[in-house]
């Protein structure tokens, strides 16, 4: 398809696909003219997620490149790539190792990984470390810092909660079938499940509010 | 206590609590001279919730101003404050009701509230809607529009863990003990477990991959 089928299909602007293909985030079209170039359904797709990080996600310009690049990276298996492509999401400052919160912090993080058994995280060495680690250590020592200090054991019924939902968005990746386009819904669908979840929290906290505290 | 002490116990600059004071995020001190103003308890329990809210949430000084409001209606119950505070929390863009894909997802969430017997949000009328119902409107019709469209029961799972979550939030809540404290904690411990819940997620996420796709 042409520049304004791609535009009308995906519904962004010529413009702004032109703004995608200059800044990198968009790989170019098949050219078949001096002017003209061929799009595919493969740049509909990749259209369809720059917008799921940029316009939903709100991840600055550099950082969905870092994404998208890892999504690129065609020597991972498909494990890895999938890894790689959510690790390059951003996810805020590193923990702050001035702060005598962090170590205390990292300390309580770490017990909760070896209870979970899981592996990203956490003291052992064993995988590598992922980014998200050093949000949630930030979290934790943010929380004790503001006069909310949290133990384990206070963490592990929410870690239990974002086991099964992970178990759920695997599911929902799942549905895609070549590796590309599972790669590709698993970014988009951490980005754009964020808002589902944090408003959904809200919604049951003013339930279970209701059923607590009504009448007393 | 004086200024210069509250400071050393809050963490937070003279300057800062002078400018909190100023835009009425922290209520004025009991005046013991003509210069010199006596702080309680109380003023650094505000002060540490106005530093959740504008330094990890992120909120914009206006928003927070609310959110304090809300707080301080003595005459509301604690059901209905607590609710208040939380609702009045910033909830992103509300729905675009000129895009066709708002009224499928308006459909979808109605759908949603009712399997699960919800009543703070769909067209029940019974109770009030909490603005967290527009923001999960507005996030149900960007996954459409982006081409990732999903169906009720794609939600449940979700909102299902989220029940789940907010009891573990309420008995957080519950080891506070007077109402002023409890409707305090609910709102700080809403926004400052957000990025917990999300670093979790993506934990979670690394491991589920690495059991379905390793070694595959």
Same mark, same amino acid.
């Given at each position: 398809?042409?520049?304004?089928?791609?535009?009308?299909?995906?519904?962004?602007? !010529?413009?702004?696909?032109?703004?995608?293909?200059?800044?990198?985030?968009?790989?170019?079209?098949?050219?078949?003219?001096?002017?003209?170039?061929?799009?595919?359904?493969?740049?509909?797709?990749?259209?369809?997620?720059?917008?799921?990080?940029?316009?939903?996600?709100?991840?600055?310009?550099?950082?969905?490149?870092?994404?998208?690049?890892?999504?690129?990276?065609?020597?991972?298996?498909?494990?890895?790539?999938?890894?790689?492509?959510?690790?390059?999401?951003?996810?805020?400052?590193?923990?702050?190792?001035?702060?005598? &919160?962090?170590?205390? &912090?990292?300390?309580?993080?770490?017990?909760?990984?070896?209870?979970?058994?899981?592996?990203?995280?956490?003291?052992?060495?064993?995988?590598?470390?992922?980014?998200?680690?050093?949000?949630?250590?930030?979290?934790?020592?943010?929380?004790?810092?503001?006069?909310?200090?949290?133990? !384990?054991?206070?963490?592990?019924?929410?870690?239990?909660?974002?086991?099964?939902?992970?178990? !759920?968005?695997?599911?929902?990746?799942?549905?895609?079938?070549?590796?590309?386009?599972?790669?590709? &819904?698993?970014? &988009?669908?951490?980005?754009?499940?964020?808002?589902?979840?944090?408003?959904?929290?809200?919604?049951?906290?003013?339930?279970?509010?209701?059923?607590?505290?009504?009448?007393?």
């Amino acid at each position: 398809m042409r520049l304004a089928e791609l535009s009308t299909r995906s519904g962004v602007s !010529t413009a702004t696909i032109k703004y995608y293909l200059r800044e990198g985030l968009l790989h170019p079209g098949r050219r078949v003219t001096a002017t003209q170039a061929e799009y595919d359904e493969g740049h509909l797709r990749r259209l369809r997620l720059v917008r799921a990080l940029i316009q939903v996600g709100r991840i600055p310009v550099n950082s969905a490149r870092e994404v998208l690049a890892a999504l690129q990276d065609e020597g991972l298996d498909p494990n890895r790539r999938l890894g790689t492509a959510v690790w390059a999401l951003p996810h805020g400052p590193a923990p702050d190792e001035a702060d005598p &919160a962090t170590e205390t &912090a990292r300390q309580t993080a770490d017990e909760l990984m070896d209870r979970l058994g899981w592996r990203y995280g956490g003291p052992s060495g064993e995988t590598p470390t992922v980014p998200a680690y050093g949000m949630l250590i930030t979290a934790i020592a943010a929380l004790s810092r503001l006069g909310y200090p949290c133990a !384990t054991a206070d963490l592990e019924p929410y870690a239990r909660a974002m086991e099964r939902i992970a178990a !759920t968005d695997l599911d929902l990746v799942e549905r895609y079938g070549t590796p590309d386009e599972q790669v590709e &819904a698993a970014v &988009a669908l951490t980005v754009l499940y964020e808002p589902v979840l944090l408003s959904l929290r809200r919604l049951a906290e003013a339930e279970e509010s209701r059923r607590r505290f009504d009448g007393r």
